[in-house]
């Protein structure tokens, strides 16, 4: 029997150490501007295209790590560099997923990698799920696609919101309803590729956090693709309905969507996004209670910041073992039977949103200026609560799957 070890390997050490000097040498230096810019940080992206990070077989190499640890350690360290910059890097990535996903073999050879392009001429991809009425609540989706027969094409209509890289991508995938009447099993995902007529770019988001990732609207227009960009193909989708409809007619099982199984995929990995930032906000405030000095003594030498800084210690670390955890059991093909991924995501979450605000808290008036860098970590650590499902749908979910009971 292999010995147990929660130990990383020699390759993925060397992984981290790299991944962790491009995120304190390229990244965190240009964290504060891009974040004052609120715009995509093309040099950054272009510096990771050089050195190998930014790139299909990076993310592939990682993907396939038969440990599953290669993506949670790629993200920790990425976003412990700065959260909007790392974002921009990795938001093709959910676009890879929905491909690697839904697809065929052809369909992921061809697509993902004109979703990189190459270090001369960098792309990104943008994933299209949530819409104004449709975010948590898939079942609501409104985007149709109509199959026209004539002409082998699917004819795309309707509004996408806080899509990552939307309007500014070379691909976009599109999850629209071809069913409309068995709700979110009616789904599939769509690739609209380069320069597609119809599709355009509505508005773009001013956010909160995660200021240096472009996140807008995508229009979709009597958008025509050829049948061959129906993910998965037709056969397959019409075989899927057809058990979908006999499902919900008998009252059976639940089918999972396309855009469900792209999100159960990547949970795990936006937990660890969340611990990279919350692990960068410990630092910093571990740092400054050791140096900041009040009634004659280092401020760490007090119960009130000593506790503090344990627990966020503390919660860092099961943060990350919930999280690969989650990543070992989706690689080894062990199925969530506790609903392990939304453990891990929502933990990992409210673990960045609650670390940063104590980061703040213990650099007082000082975390509250754009001098240090927690009063934007807190920032970007909001948004880990809410997409790729809520903390409210990650308990959800937990609890639907531990009691078998549709809870709403």
């Known amino acids: 029997m292999a010995e147990f070890t929660l130990e990383l390997n020699d390759d993925q050490k ?13 990244i965190r230096p240009a964290a504060a501007e891009w974040d004052e810019r609120e715009e995509t940080p093309w040099p950054v992206i272009q510096e990771a295209a050089k050195v190998g990070i930014y790139s299909l077989d990076f993310y592939a190499q990682q993907f396939f790590d038969p440990t599953g640890l290669g993506i949670p350690v790629a993200m920790e360290e990425l976003f412990w560099g700065d959260a909007g910059i790392a974002l921009s890097i990795v938001g093709t990535g959910l676009a890879a997923v929905g491909v690697l996903a839904n697809g065929t073999e052809e369909q992921i050879g061809t697509w993902i990698p004109q979703m990189y392009g190459d270090a001369d001429d960098v792309k990104v991809a943008a994933f299209c799920s949530s819409e104004p ?12 696609a109509v199959y026209d027969e004539a002409k082998d094409e699917w004819v795309l209509n309707g509004t996408k919101t806080w899509a990552t890289n939307g309007g500014i991508a070379n691909v976009h995938v599109t999850v629209a309803v071809v069913d409309p009447d068995i709700g979110s099993k009616g789904h599939a995902s769509f690739i609209v590729p380069p320069d597609t007529p119809g599709l355009s770019q509505g508005q773009k988001f001013k956010k909160h956090g995660i200021r240096a990732s472009h996140t807008a609207e995508v229009v979709l227009e009597n958008v025509r693709v050829p049948g061959h960009c129906l993910l998965g193909g037709k056969e397959k989708l019409d075989e899927r309905l057809a058990r979908a409809r006999e499902r919900a007619k008998a009252g059976g099982e639940r089918v999972k969507n396309a855009a469900m199984a792209t999100f159960e995929a990547s949970r795990p990995a936006v937990g660890a996004m969340a611990v990279g930032t919350a692990r960068a906000a410990y630092e910093v405030a571990l740092d400054y209670a050791k140096t900041r000095s009040q009634f004659g003594r280092p401020i760490i030498d007090n119960q009130g910041i000593a506790f503090q800084l344990a627990d966020m210690r503390t919660r860092i670390d099961a943060a990350r073992l919930l999280v690969w955890r989650a990543s070992w059991m989706a690689t080894t093909g062990k199925p969530f039977t506790s609903a392990e991924g939304s453990m891990s995501k929502l933990y990992a979450s409210e673990t960045a949103r609650d670390v940063t605000a104590q980061a703040i808290q213990i650099l007082g008036g000082n975390g509250f200026t754009r001098e240090y860098p927690v009063e934007r970590m807190h920032r970007d650590a909001a948004i880990y609560t809410i997409f790729e499902g809520t903390s409210e749908i990650q308990r959800l979910v937990i609890a639907r799957t531990l009691s078998g009971m549709p809870i709403r």
Request: hydrophobic share 45%; no cysteine; aromatic share 8%.
């Open 133 to 144: 009425d449709a975010g948590s609540d898939v079942a609501s989706m409104r985007t149709r």
């Open 14 to 26: 060397q992984v981290k150490e790299w991944l962790h000097g491009f995120a304190a040498d390229v």
